[in-house]
């Protein structure tokens, strides 16, 4: 297995313009998780998701961010309009409930100009 | 909320010197995981600790998990630089919530 896939790796776009974050789980974990991670504030939990349902958004910071999970193999996080502020890696993460261990993908690294 | 809290925040060490990092917090998890990310990547498992003053060895590494499962430690024997990189300790409240409170991290650099 290829791992959990994200894209894009970077992204660079200006203030106001939409952004959305693309995420391929592993395949046969039913739990997805959305995460922020910034110097000041660490990784944070935006959303997670089980069998597609979004099951807690408390770390959604505010209505400019979205998630879906229209199936099993595919995610999107979504800001619009973005901000200055939002600039951070954003990681994507499956989890294994077999083994209890949560697979990372490789992160998008945003800026927001 | 909970919060982990994790000390140092920065550890510059040589080759073969030991060194223990620290992640505490005043609410108690179900579990603690330790992960390590290097830079450009995701953070990896390293282990899952669950009992309450459970230890566990990772060839060099030691993870301990306190006994009021508040606080857990990494130890660290004889460094390599392969060891450099931001470890990350995260807790899990437990039941079917499988939310991870993640601590700041330390960033760790061993040189050669």
């Known amino acids: 297995d290829a791992g959990v896939i994200q894209s894009p790796r970077h992204e660079v776009t200006e203030m106001g313009q939409e952004v959305t974050l693309r995420c391929k789980p592993i395949s046969g974990h039913d739990y997805l998780f959305w995460y922020r991670q910034t110097m000041m504030r660490g990784l944070e939990l935006l959303i997670y998701?089980?069998?597609?349902?979004?099951?807690?958004d408390s770390g959604m910071p505010e209505d400019r961010f979205s998630a879906k999970m229209p199936n099993a193999s595919f995610s999107t996080l979504k800001i619009q309009p973005s901000e200055p502020r939002d600039s951070a890696v954003y990681f994507c993460?499956?989890?294994?409930?077999?083994?209890?261990?949560?697979?990372f993908g490789p992160g998008t690294r945003l800026t927001v100009l | 909320t909970q919060l982990l809290e994790q000390s140092p925040q920065f550890l510059s060490i040589q080759e073969g010197e030991n060194l223990t990092v620290y992640c505490n917090s005043s609410?108690?998890?179900?579990?603690l995981q330790w992960y390590r990310q290097e830079p450009g990547e995701g953070p990896v498992l390293l282990v899952t600790v669950v009992t309450g003053g459970e230890v566990k060895k990772l060839k060099r590494l030691t993870f301990q998990f306190g006994d009021a499962r508040k606080d857990s430690s990494l130890h660290i024997t004889a460094a390599q630089p392969g060891d450099t990189g931001l470890y990350l300790c995260?807790?899990?409240?437990?039941?079917?919530?499988?939310?991870?409170?993640f601590g700041k991290g330390t960033l760790l650099t061993v040189n050669p």
């Open positions: 609410s108690v998890f179900s579990s």
């Open positions: 998701f089980n069998n597609n349902v979004p099951i807690d």
């Open positions: 995260a807790g899990e409240s437990g039941g079917s919530n499988y939310k991870l409170t």
């Open positions: 993460a499956s989890r294994d409930t077999l083994t209890d261990t949560q697979y």
